[in-house]
């Protein structure tokens, strides 16, 4: 028993609960900065989007050739997440962010100086492999410092800015590529990409567990059920949303519209995620995460099927904005419930995650490929209409029974 005299173990303070204003807080700056990479990974993730048909005209390639450059950054960006996040749980998150934007930068170069198709696909893959560490290493950065029951709130901040990526992408991309070149386009973010090698060293390194065995974190992750999954849905909802999401400017250039015409309603789905996600952070802790789901399902569902019913400039807007509104309400909702999944090895689970999404992304987009060609669009919507159906009765129904 201990007495007043007996000596004390020293022992760590309790954290804050979850009420406590300390248990939201993430400072500004290191917010910011984790902002900042992910805002350009999805910047030059989306750029290439509203300049398919430019770029596979410029140089004398069909667009099915084009779009390679497209699906092989979305399978790139897929595959090297395991890779970054094996590498995030032994080297540390920000390091890893440095490293993984110096090949950015890099590949960026060698997209704008590419001399024919070819090269490009090559530069394009490069630059995937390279960016898919810096949303998935600034999640887990989020996971790492703020506890699970407010952690949506920064998560919804993060996918704020990533939508400004995209949204910023595809409106400086049509504009940039049809009044100037496609090239200066890539250039953008591998300028931001060699500012953040320097900045990010400003961002303090989150506590982690010492390394075990290289490959440990994987066995953690894949002995989850839970992780199997979450990483299906991801796959279903990559697929659904982000493989079909391709098309929409495409679909506009295939009517006649300009190629800054295509990017500018392109870039709606952006300004539809930010604006959603606004009302997201607000709803966490009042919604059950299933309800935000569910929301997030049906305006999925209701913007394909405004696609599949018109291809008209109207029609595509309203497409875009719900497909915002859709990622804002479903995607941040899974993808918190992803970095509590394997809270021992979140780097990786967050990275299979990822993996999973956009996978399911590139396989999506490869195979609509040829109904693009035919332009076939509103049948390819529509099967992105029916497929929203069991995206949201699966993720709703998994998140119903998960208890963490």
Same mark, same amino acid.
């Given at each position: 028993?201990?007495?007043?005299?007996?000596?004390?173990?020293?022992?760590?303070?309790?954290?804050p609960?979850?009420g406590?204003?300390?248990?939201?807080?993430?400072?500004?700056?290191?917010?910011?900065?984790?902002?900042?990479?992910?805002?350009?990974?999805?910047?030059?993730?989306f750029?290439?989007?509203?300049?398919?048909?430019?770029?596979?005209?410029?140089?004398?390639?069909?667009?099915?050739?084009?779009m %390679?450059?497209?699906?092989?950054?979305?399978?790139?960006?897929?595959?090297?997440?395991?890779?970054w996040?094996?590498a995030?749980?032994?080297?540390?998150?920000?390091?890893?962010?440095?490293i993984?934007?110096?090949?950015a930068?890099?590949?960026?170069?060698?997209?704008?100086?590419?001399p024919?198709?070819t090269?490009?696909?090559?530069?394009?893959?490069?630059?995937?492999?390279c960016?898919?560490?810096?949303?998935?290493?600034?999640?887990t950065y989020?996971?790492?410092?703020?506890?699970?029951?407010v +952690?949506q709130?920064?998560?919804?901040?993060l996918?704020?800015?990533?939508?400004?990526?995209?949204?910023?992408?595809?409106?400086?991309?049509g504009?940039?590529a049809?009044? =100037?070149?496609?090239?200066?386009v890539?250039?953008?973010?591998?300028?931001?990409a060699?500012?953040?090698v320097?900045? %990010?060293?400003?961002?303090?390194?989150?506590?982690?567990?010492a390394?075990?065995?290289l490959?440990a974190?994987?066995?953690?992750?894949?002995?989850? +059920?839970?992780?199997?999954f979450?990483?299906?849905?991801?796959m279903?909802?990559?697929?659904?949303?982000?493989?079909?999401?391709?098309?929409?400017?495409?679909?506009?250039?295939?009517?006649?519209?300009?190629?800054?015409?295509a990017?500018?309603?392109?870039?709606?789905?952006?300004?539809?995620?930010?604006?959603?996600?606004q009302?997201?952070?607000? %709803?966490?802790?009042?919604?059950?995460?299933?309800?935000?789901?569910?929301?997030?399902?049906?305006?999925?569902?209701?913007?394909?099927?405004?696609?599949?019913?018109?291809l008209? =400039?109207?029609?595509?807007?309203?497409?875009?904005l719900?497909l915002?509104?859709?990622?804002?309400?479903?995607?941040?909702?899974?993808?918190?419930w992803?970095?509590? %999944?394997s809270?021992?090895?979140?780097?990786t689970?967050?990275?299979?995650?990822?993996?999973?999404?956009?996978?399911?992304s590139?396989?999506?987009?490869a195979?609509?490929?040829?109904?693009?060609?035919?332009?076939a669009?509103?049948?390819?919507?529509?099967?992105?209409?029916?497929?929203?159906?069991?995206?949201?009765?699966?993720a709703?129904?998994?998140?119903?029974?998960? +208890?963490?």
């Amino acid at each position: 028993m201990e007495t007043a005299d007996s000596p004390r173990t020293p022992t760590r303070p309790a954290p804050p609960a979850a009420g406590d204003p300390a248990a939201r807080a993430i400072p500004a700056a290191s917010l910011r900065l984790l902002r900042t990479a992910g805002f350009v990974s999805n910047f030059d993730r989306f750029c290439i989007t509203p300049m398919l048909l430019l770029i596979g005209t410029q140089l004398g390639v069909p667009l099915t050739t084009a779009m %390679l450059a497209a699906s092989g950054y979305f399978l790139a960006y897929g595959l090297m997440q395991p890779v970054w996040g094996l590498a995030s749980d032994r080297l540390g998150r920000v390091r890893v962010m440095r490293i993984s934007l110096v090949g950015a930068a890099a590949a960026a170069l060698l997209s704008v100086l590419a001399p024919d198709a070819t090269v490009l696909i090559v530069a394009r893959v490069a630059a995937g492999a390279c960016f898919a560490a810096s949303i998935a290493a600034s999640i887990t950065y989020v996971g790492d410092t703020v506890p699970a029951a407010v +952690r949506q709130r920064p998560l919804s901040e993060l996918m704020t800015a990533f939508a400004l990526g995209t949204a910023v992408a595809t409106v400086v991309a049509g504009a940039l590529a049809h009044y =100037v070149s496609w090239r200066l386009v890539f250039a953008l973010p591998g300028v931001i990409a060699a500012y953040l090698v320097l900045a %990010l060293r400003r961002l303090p390194e989150p506590p982690r567990a010492a390394p075990g065995a290289l490959l440990a974190p994987f066995k953690v992750v894949l002995n989850s +059920r839970w992780q199997w999954f979450v990483m299906a849905v991801a796959m279903l909802e990559g697929a659904v949303l982000l493989g079909f999401l391709t098309y929409i400017a495409p679909a506009l250039e295939a009517r006649g519209a300009s190629a800054t015409l295509a990017g500018a309603v392109s870039a709606l789905y952006g300004v539809g995620s930010m604006s959603a996600a606004q009302i997201v952070k607000r %709803l966490v802790g009042r919604w059950t995460p299933v309800r935000l789901i569910v929301v997030g399902g049906v305006q999925m569902a209701v913007a394909f099927g405004l696609a599949a019913a018109s291809l008209s =400039v109207p029609a595509l807007v309203g497409c875009a904005l719900l497909l915002g509104g859709g990622w804002s309400f479903m995607h941040s909702t899974i993808q918190s419930w992803a970095t509590a %999944l394997s809270p021992a090895a979140r780097a990786t689970g967050v990275a299979m995650f990822g993996v999973a999404l956009y996978v399911g992304s590139a396989l999506a987009s490869a195979l609509a490929a040829g109904a693009a060609e035919r332009h076939a669009y509103q049948g390819m919507f529509l099967t992105a209409a029916i497929l929203s159906v069991p995206l949201t009765v699966a993720a709703a129904v998994g998140r119903a029974k998960y +208890r963490n």
